[in-house]
T-cell receptor, first 112, second 115 residues
Framework: SQQGEEDPQALSIQEGENATMNCSYK?????LQWYRQNSGRGLVHLIL?????REKHSGRLRVTLDTSKKSSSLLITASRAADTASYFC????????????FGTGTRLLVSP | GAVVSQHPSRVICKSGTSVKIECRSL??????MFWYRQFPKQSLMLMAT?????????EQGVEKDKFLINHASLTLSTLTVTSAHPEDSSFYIC???????????FGQGTRLTVV
């Protein structure tokens, strides 16, 4: 299977704390994407980081990419209860192709 | 950002009937769309690639006669679950993107329950 893996599978934190999720993938990539999914809903795009980038920020989100280790991390700072969701990383299955392979996901629970 | 609309959001059908799910790109033309299936608390598994004007490409293990895909225009792809059975109950999501190096936009998903 090409599916990437994420850890942890589940994460419970208090509001205000930071949450870090890690993703590993298997093939060479030109980009890696992070998505959020609220229960029973579609996916919302968070950040796309290209293979020539090492770090990217968007608001309270920070994404890193290490292509030598085929891994990425998503950091959510100062978490809020509204951040409770599942988070997935995704990579194109081949460079130049739109088909995405998703990681196993991390279920984040932020308690007030 | 671009919008992808999926309809219906929920459907309950009887075993043996067929169900059609629509996926529309509302503000851009999508020559390629993707259909995913998601079981509870699991990740998304790609089912097929929908190609405008040509046959869909199915992933290994996905029955093309069970899951019929039609991509008749640059803004609409449909997935028809034929002769549905309870094991077809799942969450189905479509997506589209501008290119291979940009983000994908997802529909809201369809919760199919076969009784």
């Amino acid at each position: 299977s090409q599916q990437g893996e994420e850890d942890p599978q589940a994460l419970s934190i208090q509001e205000g704390e930071n949450a870090t999720m890690n993703c590993s993938y298997k093939t060479s990539i030109n980009n890696l994407q992070w998505y959020r999914q609220n229960s029973g809903r579609g996916l919302v795009h968070l950040i796309l980081i290209r293979s020539n980038e090492r770090e990217k920020h968007s608001g309270r989100l920070r994404v890193t990419l290490d292509t030598s280790k085929k891994s990425s991390s998503l950091l959510i700072t100062a978490s809020r209860a509204a951040d409770t969701a599942s988070y997935f990383c995704a990579t194109p299955n081949q460079i130049g192709f739109q088909k995405l392979v998703f990681g196993t996901g991390t279920r984040l629970l932020v308690s007030p | 950002g671009a919008v992808v609309s999926q309809h219906p959001s929920r459907v309950i059908c009887k075993s043996g009937t067929s169900v059609k799910i629509e996926c529309r790109s509302l503000d851009f033309q999508a020559t390629t769309m993707f259909w995913y299936r998601q079981f509870p608390k699991q990740s998304l598994m790609l089912m097929a690639t929908s190609n405008e004007g040509s046959k869909a490409t199915y992933e290994q293990g996905v029955e093309k006669d069970k899951f019929l895909i039609n991509h008749a225009s640059l803004t609409l792809s449909t997935l028809t679950v034929t002769s549905a059975h309870p094991e077809d109950s799942s969450f189905y999501i479509c997506s589209a993107s501008y290119s291979s190096n940009t983000e994908a936009f997802f529909g809201q998903g369809t919760r199919l329950t076969v009784v």
